[in-house]
Protein backbone atom coordinates (compact mmCIF):
# COMPACT_ATOMS: atom_id res chain seq x y z
CA UNK A 1 0.00 0.00 0.00
CA UNK A 2 1.36 3.23 -0.70
CA UNK A 3 0.35 6.50 1.45
CA UNK A 4 0.10 9.47 -1.09
CA UNK A 5 -1.56 11.74 1.85
CA UNK A 6 -2.57 12.12 4.89
CA UNK A 7 -5.98 10.42 3.63
CA UNK A 8 -4.89 8.81 0.86
CA UNK A 9 -3.77 5.44 -0.66
CA UNK A 10 -3.08 3.79 -3.43
CA UNK A 11 -3.69 0.23 -2.97
CA UNK A 12 -1.03 -1.61 -4.93
CA UNK A 13 -1.70 -4.95 -6.60
CA UNK A 14 -0.97 -6.61 -10.27
CA UNK A 15 -3.49 -7.57 -13.22
CA UNK A 16 -1.74 -10.27 -15.20
CA UNK A 17 2.27 -8.95 -15.49
CA UNK A 18 1.04 -5.09 -15.03
CA UNK A 19 0.29 -3.10 -11.56
CA UNK A 20 -2.73 -1.86 -10.76
CA UNK A 21 -3.48 1.00 -8.31
CA UNK A 22 -7.08 1.65 -6.55
CA UNK A 23 -7.02 4.88 -4.64
CA UNK A 24 -8.75 4.81 -1.39
CA UNK A 25 -9.71 8.44 0.10
CA UNK A 26 -10.69 8.10 3.62
CA UNK A 27 -12.57 11.05 5.53
CA UNK A 28 -13.97 11.35 8.76
CA UNK A 29 -17.31 11.14 6.93
CA UNK A 30 -16.55 8.56 4.98
CA UNK A 31 -13.94 6.40 2.83
CA UNK A 32 -14.18 6.20 -1.05
CA UNK A 33 -12.65 3.61 -3.05
CA UNK A 34 -12.10 4.33 -6.68
CA UNK A 35 -12.47 0.90 -8.53
CA UNK A 36 -12.88 -2.68 -7.55
CA UNK A 37 -10.11 -4.54 -8.93
CA UNK A 38 -10.73 -8.06 -10.74
CA UNK A 39 -13.10 -10.01 -8.76
CA UNK A 40 -9.73 -11.74 -7.18
CA UNK A 41 -9.07 -8.23 -5.89
CA UNK A 42 -11.06 -8.24 -3.03
CA UNK A 43 -9.94 -10.73 -0.88
CA UNK A 44 -6.41 -10.53 -2.39
CA UNK A 45 -5.89 -7.06 -2.41
CA UNK A 46 -9.08 -4.51 -1.36
CA UNK A 47 -9.94 -6.34 2.14
CA UNK A 48 -6.71 -6.53 3.51
CA UNK A 49 -5.71 -3.22 2.99
CA UNK A 50 -8.95 -2.22 4.38
CA UNK A 51 -8.20 -4.30 7.51
CA UNK A 52 -4.78 -2.64 8.05
CA UNK A 53 -5.87 0.63 7.96
CA UNK A 54 -8.84 -0.51 10.21
CA UNK A 55 -11.78 0.77 8.26
CA UNK A 56 -15.01 -0.77 8.95
CA UNK A 57 -17.72 -2.05 5.90
CA UNK A 58 -19.41 0.54 7.13
CA UNK A 59 -17.06 3.52 7.35
CA UNK A 60 -17.24 2.62 2.86
CA UNK A 61 -19.61 5.22 1.88
CA UNK A 62 -19.14 5.34 -1.80
CA UNK A 63 -17.43 2.93 -4.41
CA UNK A 64 -16.77 4.16 -7.72
CA UNK A 65 -15.87 2.58 -10.94
CA UNK A 66 -14.28 4.48 -13.14
CA UNK A 67 -15.05 2.86 -16.57
CA UNK A 68 -16.14 -0.91 -17.30
CA UNK A 69 -13.52 -3.58 -17.81
CA UNK A 70 -12.66 -6.56 -15.49
CA UNK A 71 -9.88 -4.99 -13.49
CA UNK A 72 -11.98 -1.92 -12.49
CA UNK A 73 -15.49 -3.22 -12.34
CA UNK A 74 -14.82 -7.01 -11.48
CA UNK A 75 -15.08 -6.45 -7.27
CA UNK A 76 -17.89 -4.88 -7.32
CA UNK A 77 -20.13 -8.12 -6.28
CA UNK A 78 -17.75 -8.82 -3.50
CA UNK A 79 -17.06 -5.42 -2.48
CA UNK A 80 -20.91 -5.42 -1.87
CA UNK A 81 -21.02 -7.85 0.04
CA UNK A 82 -18.26 -6.70 2.32
CA UNK A 83 -19.80 -3.52 2.74
CA UNK A 84 -24.06 -3.71 1.69
CA UNK A 85 -24.36 0.08 2.79
CA UNK A 86 -21.75 1.31 0.44
CA UNK A 87 -23.45 3.00 -2.78
CA UNK A 88 -21.86 1.58 -5.98
CA UNK A 89 -21.38 4.51 -8.76
CA UNK A 90 -20.36 4.78 -12.15
CA UNK A 91 -20.56 7.50 -15.17
CA UNK A 92 -24.08 7.00 -16.23
CA UNK A 93 -23.45 5.93 -20.22
CA UNK A 94 -21.18 2.65 -18.56
CA UNK A 95 -24.24 1.77 -16.27
CA UNK A 96 -25.63 -0.63 -19.10
CA UNK A 97 -22.52 -2.62 -18.99
CA UNK A 98 -21.00 -2.16 -15.64
CA UNK A 99 -24.64 -3.53 -13.84
CA UNK A 100 -24.45 -6.77 -16.49
CA UNK A 101 -21.46 -8.51 -16.66
CA UNK A 102 -22.61 -10.50 -20.10
CA UNK A 103 -23.61 -7.48 -21.45
CA UNK A 104 -20.48 -5.65 -20.86
CA UNK A 105 -18.76 -8.89 -22.19
CA UNK A 106 -20.68 -8.30 -25.23
CA UNK A 107 -20.94 -5.23 -26.17
CA UNK A 108 -17.39 -4.52 -25.10
CA UNK A 109 -14.78 -7.32 -25.16
CA UNK A 110 -16.90 -9.29 -28.09
CA UNK A 111 -17.88 -5.97 -29.82
CA UNK A 112 -15.06 -7.23 -32.76
CA UNK A 113 -16.45 -10.58 -33.73
CA UNK A 114 -18.13 -9.30 -37.07
CA UNK A 115 -14.64 -8.09 -37.73
CA UNK A 116 -13.13 -11.10 -37.09
CA UNK A 117 -10.74 -10.16 -34.23
CA UNK A 118 -12.00 -11.64 -30.74
CA UNK A 119 -10.70 -14.05 -27.82
CA UNK A 120 -10.47 -17.43 -28.02
CA UNK A 121 -12.87 -19.38 -25.39
CA UNK A 122 -10.02 -19.62 -22.70
CA UNK A 123 -9.33 -15.94 -22.55
CA UNK A 124 -13.11 -15.20 -22.81
CA UNK A 125 -13.74 -17.38 -19.40
CA UNK A 126 -11.12 -15.82 -17.68
CA UNK A 127 -12.65 -12.46 -18.95
CA UNK A 128 -16.12 -13.63 -17.22
CA UNK A 129 -14.40 -14.77 -14.18
CA UNK A 130 -12.44 -11.66 -13.69
CA UNK A 131 -15.27 -9.62 -14.05
CA UNK A 132 -17.16 -10.96 -10.80
CA UNK A 133 -21.20 -11.83 -10.44
CA UNK A 134 -23.69 -8.82 -11.48
CA UNK A 135 -24.12 -6.30 -9.27
CA UNK A 136 -26.33 -3.33 -9.72
CA UNK A 137 -25.44 0.27 -9.53
CA UNK A 138 -26.76 2.41 -7.43
CA UNK A 139 -25.99 6.01 -8.46
CA UNK A 140 -24.30 7.75 -12.21
CA UNK A 141 -22.99 10.37 -12.38
CA UNK A 142 -22.37 13.00 -15.90
CA UNK A 143 -19.20 14.43 -14.25
CA UNK A 144 -19.34 18.23 -12.27
CA UNK A 145 -21.30 16.71 -9.11
CA UNK A 146 -19.35 17.45 -6.04
CA UNK A 147 -18.62 14.78 -2.95
CA UNK A 148 -17.54 15.68 0.36
CA UNK A 149 -15.67 12.91 2.97
CA UNK A 150 -14.94 15.63 5.64
CA UNK A 151 -16.28 19.24 6.17
CA UNK A 152 -13.19 20.62 3.77
CA UNK A 153 -12.46 18.24 1.56
CA UNK A 154 -14.26 18.51 -1.82
CA UNK A 155 -14.11 16.03 -4.83
CA UNK A 156 -15.37 17.00 -7.97
CA UNK A 157 -16.46 14.30 -10.52
CA UNK A 158 -15.22 14.87 -13.70
CA UNK A 159 -16.87 13.19 -17.51
CA UNK A 160 -13.10 11.72 -18.91
CA UNK A 161 -15.22 10.01 -21.83
CA UNK A 162 -12.66 8.20 -24.41
CA UNK A 163 -11.56 4.53 -23.27
CA UNK A 164 -15.05 4.49 -22.60
CA UNK A 165 -18.06 7.03 -22.79
CA UNK A 166 -19.34 7.24 -19.18
CA UNK A 167 -15.32 7.19 -18.17
CA UNK A 168 -15.03 9.18 -14.60
CA UNK A 169 -12.28 10.90 -12.94
CA UNK A 170 -12.04 12.18 -9.59
CA UNK A 171 -10.47 15.95 -8.85
CA UNK A 172 -9.15 16.13 -5.32
CA UNK A 173 -9.07 19.90 -5.30
CA UNK A 174 -7.51 19.90 -1.47
CA UNK A 175 -4.63 17.95 -2.53
CA UNK A 176 -4.51 18.98 -5.91
CA UNK A 177 -4.88 15.74 -7.90
CA UNK A 178 -6.59 13.93 -10.27
CA UNK A 179 -7.50 10.28 -9.98
CA UNK A 180 -7.66 9.41 -13.79
CA UNK A 181 -8.44 5.56 -13.91
CA UNK A 182 -7.45 4.45 -17.66
CA UNK A 183 -8.92 7.98 -19.01
CA UNK A 184 -5.55 8.40 -20.90
CA UNK A 185 -3.03 5.95 -21.79
CA UNK A 186 0.20 7.11 -23.13
CA UNK A 187 1.78 5.01 -25.51
CA UNK A 188 1.97 1.53 -23.94
CA UNK A 189 1.02 -0.27 -21.06
CA UNK A 190 4.35 -1.07 -19.02
CA UNK A 191 4.43 -4.26 -16.99
CA UNK A 192 5.69 -4.43 -13.48
CA UNK A 193 9.23 -5.51 -15.01
CA UNK A 194 9.54 -2.00 -17.02
CA UNK A 195 8.82 -3.70 -20.82
CA UNK A 196 5.66 -2.72 -23.15
CA UNK A 197 3.12 -5.06 -22.16
CA UNK A 198 0.00 -3.82 -23.65
CA UNK A 199 -1.17 -1.40 -26.48
CA UNK A 200 -3.03 1.68 -25.59
CA UNK A 201 -6.84 0.17 -25.59
CA UNK A 202 -9.00 3.31 -26.03
CA UNK A 203 -12.41 3.24 -27.98
CA UNK A 204 -13.12 6.99 -29.44
CA UNK A 205 -10.61 8.53 -30.38
CA UNK A 206 -12.22 12.45 -30.85
CA UNK A 207 -13.75 12.33 -27.15
CA UNK A 208 -10.05 11.00 -26.25
CA UNK A 209 -8.46 13.99 -27.61
CA UNK A 210 -10.66 15.97 -25.47
CA UNK A 211 -10.25 14.08 -22.34
CA UNK A 212 -6.03 14.64 -23.21
CA UNK A 213 -6.88 18.57 -23.66
CA UNK A 214 -8.82 18.49 -20.68
CA UNK A 215 -6.48 16.93 -18.40
CA UNK A 216 -3.49 18.77 -20.41
CA UNK A 217 -5.41 21.94 -19.19
CA UNK A 218 -6.55 20.96 -14.81
CA UNK A 219 -4.92 23.13 -12.42
CA UNK A 220 -3.23 20.01 -10.42
CA UNK A 221 0.06 18.63 -9.27
CA UNK A 222 -0.40 15.41 -9.13
CA UNK A 223 -2.15 12.64 -11.78
CA UNK A 224 -2.85 9.46 -10.08
CA UNK A 225 -3.81 6.46 -13.03
CA UNK A 226 -4.89 2.94 -12.35
CA UNK A 227 -1.36 1.31 -14.30
CA UNK A 228 1.20 3.79 -14.93
CA UNK A 229 3.46 5.57 -12.77
CA UNK A 230 2.49 8.51 -10.49
CA UNK A 231 3.14 11.63 -12.71
CA UNK A 232 3.93 14.95 -10.90
CA UNK A 233 4.46 18.47 -12.29
CA UNK A 234 5.86 18.43 -15.97
CA UNK A 235 5.58 14.92 -15.70
CA UNK A 236 1.52 15.46 -16.27
CA UNK A 237 2.05 17.81 -19.19
CA UNK A 238 4.20 15.06 -20.94
CA UNK A 239 2.53 11.91 -20.47
CA UNK A 240 -0.37 14.07 -22.17
CA UNK A 241 1.78 14.75 -24.86
CA UNK A 242 2.63 11.45 -25.18
CA UNK A 243 -1.01 10.51 -25.03
CA UNK A 244 -1.74 12.64 -27.94
CA UNK A 245 1.27 11.81 -30.10
CA UNK A 246 0.10 8.13 -30.30
CA UNK A 247 -3.46 8.90 -31.00
CA UNK A 248 -2.49 10.80 -34.37
CA UNK A 249 0.61 8.45 -35.23
CA UNK A 250 -2.77 6.19 -34.93
CA UNK A 251 -4.48 8.16 -37.51
CA UNK A 252 -1.88 8.70 -40.11
CA UNK A 253 -1.09 5.09 -40.38
CA UNK A 254 -4.60 4.37 -40.05
CA UNK A 255 -6.00 6.67 -43.15
CA UNK A 256 -2.78 5.69 -44.83
CA UNK A 257 -3.31 1.76 -44.87
CA UNK A 258 -5.36 1.14 -47.91
CA UNK A 259 -7.66 -0.74 -45.99
CA UNK A 260 -10.41 -0.69 -43.52
CA UNK A 261 -10.05 -4.94 -42.53
CA UNK A 262 -9.69 -4.43 -38.75
CA UNK A 263 -8.02 -7.55 -38.45
CA UNK A 264 -5.56 -6.83 -40.89
CA UNK A 265 -4.57 -3.38 -39.63
CA UNK A 266 -4.06 -4.95 -36.37
CA UNK A 267 -1.46 -7.27 -37.38
CA UNK A 268 -0.01 -4.73 -39.79
CA UNK A 269 0.36 -1.55 -37.63
CA UNK A 270 0.69 -3.24 -34.07
CA UNK A 271 4.58 -3.60 -35.05
CA UNK A 272 5.17 -0.37 -36.05
CA UNK A 273 2.73 1.26 -33.21
CA UNK A 274 4.28 -0.55 -29.88
CA UNK A 275 6.94 -2.82 -29.04
CA UNK A 276 4.38 -4.84 -26.46
CA UNK A 277 4.30 -8.40 -27.78
CA UNK A 278 3.15 -9.87 -31.20
CA UNK A 279 0.05 -11.62 -29.06
CA UNK A 280 -1.16 -8.05 -28.19
CA UNK A 281 -1.47 -6.43 -31.65
CA UNK A 282 -4.47 -7.69 -31.71
CA UNK A 283 -5.84 -5.77 -28.69
CA UNK A 284 -5.22 -2.55 -30.99
CA UNK A 285 -9.05 -3.84 -32.52
CA UNK A 286 -10.40 -1.04 -29.98
CA UNK A 287 -8.22 1.78 -31.00
CA UNK A 288 -8.61 1.35 -34.50
CA UNK A 289 -11.80 0.32 -34.63
CA UNK A 290 -12.37 3.82 -33.25
CA UNK A 291 -10.13 5.05 -36.39
CA UNK A 292 -12.26 3.54 -38.58
CA UNK A 293 -15.52 5.01 -36.71
CA UNK A 294 -16.78 1.02 -36.74
CA UNK A 295 -18.32 2.06 -33.46
ZN1 LIG B 1 -7.45 -0.80 -16.33
Not at 28 to 48: A, F, M, R
Not at 85 to 94: K, P, Q, R, S, V
Not at 116 to 132: A, N, R
Not at 241 to 248: A, G, L, N, P, S
Request: proline residues 6%; hydrophobic residues 35%; contains cysteine.
Amino acid sequence: MIQLFDSVYLLDGTVGKRPIYLPLLVGEWGCLLLDTGCSYHVSDLIVPALDRLKIQPEQLRYIVNTHPDSDHVGGNAGMKRWSPTAILCCGDADRFQIGHPDTLFSTRYDAYRPYGVFYPEDVKSGILKDLGEAQPVELTFRGGEHLRLNPNWDLEILSLPGHSKGHLGILDHKHRTLFGGDAIQGAVYRGIDGRPALCPTYLYPETYLLTIQFIEHLDIDLFVSCHWPLKRGSEIAEFCRETREFVERTEILVRSAGTDDLRELCDRLGPQLGEWPAHVHRELAYALAGHLKLQ
